[in-house]
């Protein structure tokens, strides 16, 4: 295995002689505008290069457009070298020989990379069979082999299955398999750890580092998350607006940054999150009813499973939660325990087995439809992601001022083009981009169009499902202070799906604890955050990520790098196979809903135990 540089002066004047990519003097323009600008960058065997920015700032475009995959009316001039082998210019099947082969891809949104209507045992094989030549029953043992490394559970049930039947942090780990299947030299991987809770995020950072050093292969970490570079860089490369700004060794960028800006994304991921949402809502409840209540809600999902035909599958069950008007309520918990599964329940997107649920006051349960139709209006949802979310035909304007055209068919072109131009604005966005269609755009762009959209007609209900995970730390801050904003000016309710506690922290009075679709804890803000009385949630607090290289590396070693077990046996505790407090009463008994404190409710035997375990400010 190689040796992995300290950094790039390490390699002397033979770098790129040595590296697996060597990108030189790398632009791309669309219609004459630079958007990626003289980018030089290399990559050596056995290293990870971390590639750090805001959104926008042209980091997945550098890659994309080295492997000839930028859009067509990309123009991409200057030099990328895998090897010998200049890529820029080349025929596409020079390119698909190398990509998949040699190169391997994780792309930014895993749901969108995977062909949606293909079970993934097909998509997993297919590129071994193109490349290696495998016969089906050789490709689909070696699909076995690579689902057993990258420790995703039951490996031969998940090649029978969908894509949509996989959470995300699932998906991703097929993603990573893919990309491994013909045993690449290089992986450019492009965020592959947003959108997932901070558990399964350890644990494919974790996992991305032992294959690392494993198989000493090269890494291109593609993130604007500061703490997943912390854990897995050697080297480092902050870009700002199409260039490269600064590069060096980890230990260089993080402790002794050179430009102002770098520093200021730093401090940006290291600012502590600061005193918990003001309980602005705290005697609403009693001004009216819910905006939003759900009385022992249950999901029931059928899924496929070895030797039937179809078995059920528990998302949601027992659950009873309400919503005051303007009241910010955030559900966390990790991939798959049902958190977009209530908020889609919630919203009647989605049926449900049993329960009751209300808007406004009002029992919407069995309404049809049509009936539903005037209350729509004051419910909004932003979708998780946000490039699937968005019709790819429509351009940014029409996509933002759909709501307009749908609720306001009085109002004139000119007016609602307006309106859609200050919410743009207000979103931080150029109102120039509404001539571009979501391809154009970053992921954090197409984030924010998604909540312009939802905004435009004032909701009295936002359900926000992870509105924040495709924006950098800077941008996180700007769209959650406009969400809180516009919540106490509105007088709106928010209901939260999130995997960043200190997002959680800094925007919601109360946060509900999900584990395996069912309640683990709810209480307000502060008190669940810093002193939480669940081990479920002490679990989550505990693999929070530090921006910090010294540290973060040997915490991702700790790290187990299995997916976590099938559920539990009915008829106990879920929790109890991962809990250090775990007793035979746990395995006996599911734990009753109690209030430990007051409003701050929790479903474990044995809370007073660990209660005291961990006060995390």
Not at 73 to 80: I, K, L, T, Y
Request: glycine letters at 10%.
């Amino acid at each position: 295995m190689s040796s992995i540089p300290a950094s790039a002066e390490a390699h002397g004047a033979s770098g790129e002689a040595t590296a697996l990519l060597a990108l030189k003097s790398l632009s791309v323009r669309f219609a004459g505008v630079p958007v990626v600008d003289a980018v030089s960058l290399a990559v050596h065997p056995g290293e990870c290069l971390g590639v750090v920015g805001e959104s926008g700032a042209g980091k997945s475009l550098t890659f994309l457009a080295a492997l000839g995959l930028a859009p067509p009316s990309a123009r991409v001039s200057g030099e990328a070298r895998f090897g010998a082998t200049e890529l820029i210019g080349r025929s596409e099947r020079t390119l698909d020989a190398l990509r998949g082969r040699r190169i391997g891809v994780v792309f930014q949104d895993p749901m969108g990379a995977l062909t949606p209507h293909l079970r993934i045992g097909t998509q997993l094989t297919e590129p071994i069979r193109r490349h290696t030549g495998l016969s089906a029953r050789a490709a689909r043992a070696r699909a076995l082999e690579l689902l057993e490394q990258v420790r995703l559970g039951e490996p031969a049930r998940c090649l029978q299955q969908y894509p949509y039947e996989l959470s995300g942090g699932m998906r991703q780990r097929v993603l990573l398999a893919i990309a491994l299947s013909c045993d690449p030299q290089l992986v450019i991987l492009d965020e592959p750890t947003t959108a997932l809770d901070v558990t399964i995020q350890a644990q494919i950072l974790a996992l991305l580092a032992h294959i690392k050093r494993e198989r000493g292969i090269g890494l291109v970490l593609v993130t604007h998350d500061f703490a997943a570079l912390a854990g897995l860089a050697d080297r480092v490369a902050v870009m700002r607006n199409g260039r490269v700004i600064e590069t060096g060794s980890a230990a260089q960028v993080f402790h002794a940054p050179r430009e102002p800006y770098t520093r200021e994304l730093l401090a940006a991921a290291r600012e502590p999150p600061g005193p918990a949402a003001a309980a602005a809502a705290a005697d609403a409840s009693g001004t009216g009813a819910p905006v939003l209540a759900v009385e022992d809600l249950a999901v029931h999902y059928r899924r496929r499973a070895p030797g039937l035909r179809r078995a059920a599958f528990v998302a949601l069950e027992a659950l009873n939660v309400a919503l005051a008007p303007g009241e910010s309520l955030a559900v966390v918990g990790e991939s798959g325990c049902g958190k977009s599964t209530l908020t889609r329940a919630a919203l009647r997107l989605i049926g449900v087995a049993h329960g009751r649920i209300a808007w406004l006051g009002r029992d919407v349960g069995t309404l049809p439809e049509r009936r539903l139709r005037p209350l729509r209006r004051a419910l909004q949802l932003i979708f998780q992601d946000p490039l699937a979310s968005l019709d790819p035909h429509l351009t940014v304007e029409r996509l933002v001022g759909e709501p307009l055209e749908v609720h306001h068919r009085a109002l004139g072109a000119a007016a609602r083009a307006e309106r859609v131009a200050a919410m743009l604005e207000r979103v931080g966005l150029d109102p120039a981009l509404g001539a571009r269609r979501p391809h154009e755009l970053s992921g954090g762009q197409c984030q924010r169009v998604g909540i312009a959209r939802a905004m435009m007609l004032a909701p009295r209900l936002l359900v926000c499902d992870e509105p924040l995970s495709a924006l950098d730390v800077r941008a996180q801050r700007q769209i959650g202070a406009l969400l809180d904003a516009l919540r106490r000016e509105q007088g709106m309710s928010v209901l939260l799906v999130s995997h960043d506690l200190n997002a959680v922290r800094r925007l919601c009075e109360r946060v509900l604890v999900l584990y395996q679709g069912r309640m683990a804890e709810l209480g307000p803000s502060e008190a669940l955050l810093t002193r939480p009385l669940h081990p479920y949630t002490r679990a989550l607090l505990e693999a929070v990520p530090v921006a910090d290289p010294d540290v973060q590396p040997g915490r991702l070693g700790a790290v187990p790098l299995s997916e976590r077990g099938p559920p539990a046996e009915p008829g106990g505790c879920v929790f109890r196979s991962r809990c250090p407090l775990a007793s035979v009463r746990c395995a006996e008994e599911h734990p009753p809903w109690i209030e430990a404190r007051a409003g701050h409710w929790v479903a474990c035997h044995h809370w007073e135990r660990g209660a005291d375990g961990m006060l995390r400010a």
